[in-house]
T-cell receptor, first 113, second 115 residues
């Protein structure tokens, strides 16, 4: 079945550090790829999406580029802030999964002053 | 617009007890999802509806879990005889069919602890 793998379970950074969270997917066809963010006590919130190869999605300084060749959609931010501390989920939606959202395991980001 | 409303926020029960979760989706959203989110894991789809019809319940443990959406608006997810492995947050989400997932909204969830 379709799946999403996030390499890092937890990332700890200082403010103004560069962030990378790795996301790789497995799906047939051409899935749409997403990043969601979840704050404590809340449900996940849509961050951005990309739907085709080489398309870049971005929001709030975060960005990721759809790479069909490496089946990746890595999340990056040039300079993190303490307020970015949250859990980040990579997800996909594909025809092979009935157009349902399939989430990765999540990456806990903690940013320290 | 009002968001997705879930109740209760928390539930604590002993193994073998029953529990129900309630979800009120955003007005006009015909598609409703129930996800299970174990601690430190991503959301995993249990079941989803379009209007009152179940579209996919293949991941719903049918021996103990049930979900209904009788009038195509509110929905109830029930666990008949809870097990410790059911400990998780149960999330409801809704969307209007034909719109992109950027318009999918989640509720705050119900955090279930089974002792």
């Amino acid at each position: 079945g379709d799946s999403v793998t996030q390499t890092e379970g937890q990332v700890a950074l200082s403010e103004e550090d560069f962030l990378t969270i790795h996301c790789n997917y497995s799906a047939s066809g051409y899935p749409a790829l997403f990043w969601y963010v979840q704050y404590p006590g809340e449900g996940p919130q849509f961050l951005f999406r990309a739907s085709r190869d080489k398309e870049k999605g971005s929001s709030r300084g975060f960005e990721a580029t759809y790479d069909k060749g490496t089946t990746s959609f890595h999340l990056r931010k040039a300079s993190v802030q303490e307020s970015d501390s949250a859990v980040y989920y990579c997800a996909l939606a594909a025809t092979s999964s009935g157009q349902k959202l399939v989430f990765g395991q999540g990456t806990i980001l903690k940013v320290y002053l | 617009e009002a968001g997705v409303t879930q109740s209760p926020r928390y539930a604590v029960l002993q193994e073998g007890q029953a529990v129900s979760f309630w979800c009120d989706p955003i007005s006009g959203h015909d598609t409703l999802y129930w996800y299970q989110q174990p601690r430190d894991q991503g959301p995993q789809l249990l079941v989803y509806f379009r209007d009152e019809a179940v579209i996919d319940n293949s991941q719903l443990p049918s021996d103990r879990f049930s979900a209904v959406r009788p009038k195509g608006t509110n929905s109830t997810l029930k666990i008949q005889s809870a097990k410790q492995g059911d400990t998780a947050t149960y999330l409801c989400a809704s969307i209007a069919a034909g719109t992109g997932y950027e318009r999918l909204f989640f509720g705050h969830g119900t955090k279930l602890s089974v002792l």
